[in-house]
């Protein structure tokens, strides 16, 4: 586990092959090259409807179940001999500046499944990762009928988390006010930094006295780093800072009565694959690392507008 650096891991999938995304949300430009093939033979023509002209249609989903940033192009090649019972290969290339690189996709023969790194619905890609968080019982900014939830997995003691909250947090509510909710999730990285779990209980102590004494805390915590290396005394001091019941929290962060949920978020971001902070799923579409404001909201943009055509 780690921290996330900005701006790097589109860069390492790209150079290693694997899958690219979490630094994007820009319209993507989907060319076609002049030379696709078809096939002729009699077991491809169920799956003669996948087309170049398909790809230009559905566009939109296979941006988002790729998780493309916007400075790449997908420039679609040709359709090619499948291995995969019941899907067909689409070869493409991804195109950032100078730099190529071939990338292979399955599409099922009805056009509403993507297979790559697993298997994708289109119409709504990311309902698996959904299906595995749990937003009950956690702390939360903004309406829970918001068209957009965004779940964060982070660490007090994460300068990249931090970040995120000094410069990001705030315009989003600014941005898109009750269109948008934020639910907070602990990933303490005690590897790194053995403090952060005692941060992380803080958090977790605090959100028991009340969702709204939560986000006190949650402020003063990010603010404090150098504090936050002193444990309970300083915590403790936050807490009485931030209005919390100060004789409460010591208690619970003493006894470590809120483990249970730090735990519980952890184990959580373990079965997602979080590998480090931050991460984030906008309406369960993943976003590893601190990326530039203006891809987050693009992406933030993509889902509001997939929410509204959802059924």
């Not at 589109?10 to 076609?32: A, N, S, T, W």
């Not at 309406?143 to 964060?152: C, D, H, S």
Request: contains cysteine; aromatic residues 10%; charged residues 30%.
């Amino acid at each position: 586990m780690h921290a996330y650096p900005p701006g790097t891991r589109f860069q390492r999938r790209l150079q290693h092959g694997r899958q690219c995304g979490d630094f994007g949300g820009k319209r993507i430009e989907i060319r076609v090259a002049s030379r696709q093939a078809r096939h002729d033979s009699a077991a491809d023509k169920a799956g003669a409807e996948i087309t170049g002209e398909w790809v230009v249609a559905h566009q939109a989903e296979l941006r988002r179940a790729l998780n493309l940033p916007g400075f790449v192009e997908l420039e679609f090649k040709e359709v090619g001999q499948s291995s995969a019972p019941d899907y067909r290969l689409l070869k493409f290339e991804l195109v950032a500046g100078e730099r190529r690189r071939p990338l292979q996709l399955y599409v099922s023969h009805d056009g509403r499944r993507l297979l790559y790194d697993r298997v994708y619905e289109l119409d709504d890609p990311f309902r698996a990762n959904r299906e595995k968080i749990n937003e009950e019982n956690a702390p939360a900014r903004g309406p829970a009928e918001a068209p957009v939830t965004i779940v964060e997995y982070s660490d007090y003691t994460c300068g990249y988390c931090r970040q995120f909250f000094e410069k990001m947090e705030g315009p989003l509510f600014e941005r898109y006010g009750d269109r948008v909710r934020l639910v907070y999730k602990h990933f303490p990285l005690v590897g790194l930094r053995a403090w952060s779990e005692d941060a992380a209980l803080a958090g977790a102590c605090a959100y028991r006295q009340g969702n709204d004494r939560f986000w006190a805390l949650h402020g003063k915590l990010f603010q404090s780093p150098a504090r936050l290396k002193e444990r309970t005394p300083a915590l403790t001091q936050l807490a009485r800072e931030a209005g919390l019941d100060a004789a409460a929290f010591k208690t619970c962060l003493e006894k470590r009565e809120a483990l249970g949920e730090v735990k519980r978020d952890v184990a959580e971001g373990d079965a997602l694959g979080v590998e480090g902070t931050p991460t984030f799923y906008v309406n369960g579409r993943p976003i590893e690392g601190l990326v530039p404001a203006e891809d987050f909201f693009a992406i933030v943009d993509e889902e509001l507008a997939a929410a509204t055509r959802r059924p």
